[in-house]
């Protein structure tokens, strides 16, 4: 105020004045600068960059409008390119106001007064500006309006976020945008990770981007060398430098161009985009893929396509999935994603298709689960009728009695339709409607040729079945992105079920087996399937941590008699695995626990029931207690012959005049396979016996433990400890007796050794004895169970 207090009083009015201005001025500027302003990345489109697992660049994809951008952060920028930048392009970009005036007027006075080449004199925040709004700053006028704009940004934004907008608008040759997508596309790597050399490369490129790069190659030509050396020696004069970057500059100069990016596994990109189409622009996305697989699964298909084009198959989609953690590892949708012939770009894996045999396998696993059967279950392959429909077998013949193992490995239509004829809760139809089958049409439009590929499925369904397999019956979705979460598993099938399936699988020999063979590293449990008409070929399986299914066939659904699952999609599927293993030699099975509830019993070969005294063979089995079906055997039986007659003797026995013989007693059907197969089996003799009476000798075995008609009460608080005796007086010729619980096995006993039952469930049991000679006791019991 002292200092005012010598002025006129105009002078001090007019100096207060302006303070008041100097103020409201400022408040202003601050104002605008504090108003929200949208970001400057706001409405630009950007490309999305896709990764493989490890972090292999897939494929970087073009924004909508055609251009390859990717938005990078300023602190995600190497200090390197931005010095480069600001050195070539603005050096007093932190000190002007938008724009320089020293650089306007002398661009003005060389442009358009000495007549020169043309100058634009613009800043960074004027080039902004103009790639911003799109102006045409080729006359005075359009000139006047970007520097509008650029004072406009610099009241709006600061001097960071101006700087991080132009390296994301600016253009790096070609049709590329952003120093994101440049430095991707011509070093393979980000900004953060540029060389010296490489930044000063990029940073003259936004200055006539045409220019540098040869019109009709596109690679670096001369105008680019030229330019980026005479930026050195200016950064040289700016910034320390040493000879060895010197020396880099000094080496060939190579620029990836678009072209040559990866393109990898694009039927898995595309599906993907289709599938998620909200993902964000200009994001970062970790899919499941892993590159390495992916190629190795490519090179397989292209080398056996090329072997077999001579049998008419020129297409095939390969699925590949880490049962892990249900992350898809290779997805090849068609034998050549570029070939219009076969429909290349169509993606195989996620066509509906007939699966054929392929889906046998759970038949045979719900069997077990529902009691129906245990893998050595003997099951009938004869002409069959069911109701109306009556199935065929592949070769159009019968093989007659065979296990359930044999009869899966060897794909036989009748039993597995007898199979799936005894499901209930769930029938296969709902099994695979609850797997997540899609599309399918009502249980009766199917009916049981549900069970021959009458309904349609698609490889990756396919996948994440046989995945539930290997993961002991919990069904999961498939993985395509590392950020989605895996889901709760859903279980369908008992562990028990699943381990038996995979091991009656496991026993299914690959093409070309000899028993001379040495077994492979990783057992493969795998099975093929053949669609009707020729029109599909397929092979699915386990092996190590994967699930692999194979398609061969034609889009356009033509047949070809070389499609055949066992003669062409199987060698395709072992080139794979056999691939694998060898370019992985540590691959392992995951250690999955061994099922509880599961044992091992022996049985009579011939029957797959509990074995006699004679039995002429005899096995083990798996066996789930409480579930699986099994009696003792009756098809090897001993028959009291008359020495005379050859007829069966009558009781009672003359031992000099009888002997004992033992016979096999086949049904009529299956007699009449082996008589057509020219293997008639002995016929037992006639018995004339009265009421065909001719019984073993012997008394049956009596139970003494449980009591008949007696309630047994246990206390739910004794955790487990309670339990009952099962105890017979057997006859001397019994050696081992074999117990049931409302005709489900529980286990054996040798004779005078008791068995101990813990029941579940209130209710009332019948209680069976079965002696190793077919002689049998039975008895009814009470259980009540009480706190």
Not at 460 to 474: I, T, W
Request: glycine share 6%; proline share 7%; hydrophobic share 40%.
């Amino acid at each position: 105020m002292k200092m005012l207090s010598g002025l006129s009083p105009n002078l001090k009015r007019w100096l207060q004045n302006l303070a008041v201005v100097v103020v409201l001025l400022a408040l202003l500027l601050a104002g605008f600068r504090l108003w929200p302003h949208a970001p400057l990345r706001q409405g630009i489109p950007l490309s999305k960059v896709w990764y493989d697992r490890n972090g292999t660049l897939l494929r970087l994809s073009l924004a909508n409008d055609d251009r390859y951008r990717l938005w990078t952060p300023l602190d995600n920028v190497s200090p390197l390119l931005t010095q480069a930048v600001l050195l070539h392009e603005d050096r007093w970009f932190y000190y002007n106001p938008g724009f320089n005036p020293v650089s306007l007027v002398r661009s003005f006075w060389r442009s358009y007064i000495a007549g020169g080449r043309m100058q634009g004199g613009s800043t960074i925040t004027m080039q902004l500006a103009r790639m911003r709004w799109h102006l045409n700053t080729r006359t005075p006028t359009g000139k006047l309006v970007q520097i509008a704009r650029a004072i406009q940004l610099e009241l709006s934004y600061s001097k960071h976020d101006i700087l991080e907008a132009y390296l994301n608008y600016a253009p790096w040759g070609r049709n590329i945008e952003s120093i994101g997508a440049a430095s991707l596309i011509y070093f393979n790597k980000t900004p953060q990770g540029l060389t010296l050399p490489e930044a000063l490369t990029l940073a003259v490129l936004p200055q006539s981007p045409g220019n540098r790069m040869t019109a009709k190659t596109a690679v670096p030509g001369p105008a680019l060398k030229h330019a980026r050396e005479r930026l050195f020696r200016r950064w040289q004069q700016v910034y320390p430098t040493d000879n060895a970057n010197q020396a880099l500059l000094q080496l060939p100069l190579a620029l990836r161009q678009p072209e040559q990016m990866p393109y990898i596994a694009p039927h898995f990109i595309e599906q993907l985009q289709q599938q998620n189409r909200f993902l964000a622009q200009g994001s970062r996305i970790n899919t499941t893929l892993d590159a390495g697989l992916q190629r190795l699964v490519e090179r397989q298909v292209s080398a056996f396509i090329t072997r077999n084009q001579q049998r008419g198959i020129h297409n095939s989609a390969v699925v590949l999935v880490d049962t892990r953690d249900m992350g898809v590892r290779a997805l090849v949708g068609s034998a050549d994603y570029y070939n219009r012939a076969i429909h290349g770009q169509v993606n195989g894996t996620h066509a509906k298709r007939s699966p054929g045999s392929t889906l046998k396998p759970f038949i045979y696993a719900l069997g077990l689960e529902q009691g129906v059967l245990h893998p050595m279950t003997v099951l009938k392959d004869v002409p069959s009728s069911f109701g109306s429909y009556a199935p065929e077998n592949f070769d159009r013949r019968f093989l007659g009695p065979l296990t359930a193992t044999d009869a899966l490995n060897y794909s036989r239509n009748i039993p597995a339709v007898w199979v799936a004829s005894q499901l209930r809760q769930p029938s296969f139809y709902q099994f695979l409607r609850l797997s997540g089958v899609a599309g399918m049409a009502s249980e009766n439009h199917y009916g049981l040729s549900l069970v021959l590929g009458g309904g349609e499925v698609t490889a990756q369904e396919l996948a994440k079945l046989y995945a539930l397999l290997a993961n002991r019956g919990e069904l999961q979705p498939l993985r395509m992105l590392e950020s989605a979460p895996q889901a709760t598993p859903v279980r369908l099938l008992s562990e028990e079920a699943s381990f038996i399936t995979l091991d009656m699988l496991r026993q299914h020999r690959r093409p070309g087996d000899t028993l001379a063979q040495r077994p492979a590293a990783l057992p493969v449990y795998w099975k093929t399937g053949t669609s009707w008409g020729f029109r599909d070929a397929w092979s699915a399986g386990v092996f190590g941590p994967y699930a692999l299914v194979v398609w061969q066939g034609n889009f356009d659904s033509r047949g070809n008699n070389a499609f055949v699952g066992a003669d062409a999609a199987a060698p395709l599927f072992f080139n794979i695995i056999d691939s694998i293993n060898a370019s992985y030699p540590r691959l392992s099975e995951p250690k999955r626990p061994f099922p509880a509830n599961l044992s091992r019993v022996d049985i009579c070969l011939t029957s797959g029931n509990l074995p006699t005294p004679w039995c002429q063979q005899r096995g083990k089995t798996w066996f789930i207690p409480g579930k699986s079906p099994i009696t003792v055997d009756t098809v090897y039986r001993p028959v009291v012959v008359d020495i005379h007659t050859g007829e069966v003797a009558c009781p009672p026995y003359d031992r000099a005049q009888t002997r004992t013989e033992i016979y096999e007693f086949w049904p009529s059907d299956l007699a009449s396979v082996f008589a057509l197969a020219g293997l008639p089996k002995r016929q037992p003799p006639v018995n004339r016996c009265a009421n065909g009476v001719a019984a073993v000798s012997g008394n049956p075995p009596r139970i003494t433990s449980p009591l008949r008609n007696t309630t047994y009460t246990l206390r739910q608080s004794q955790g487990g400890r309670d339990k009952i005796a099962f105890n017979a007086v057997t006859d001397a010729s019994s050696k081992t007796i074999y117990w049931f619980v409302d005709d489900a096995y529980l286990g054996s006993s040798v004779s005078k050794t008791p068995l101990e039952w813990r029941p579940v469930n209130n209710g009332r049991y019948r209680i069976r004895a079965v002696d190793d000679r077919g002689r049998a006791d039975s008895r009814i019991v009470n259980i009540e169970w009480i706190h």
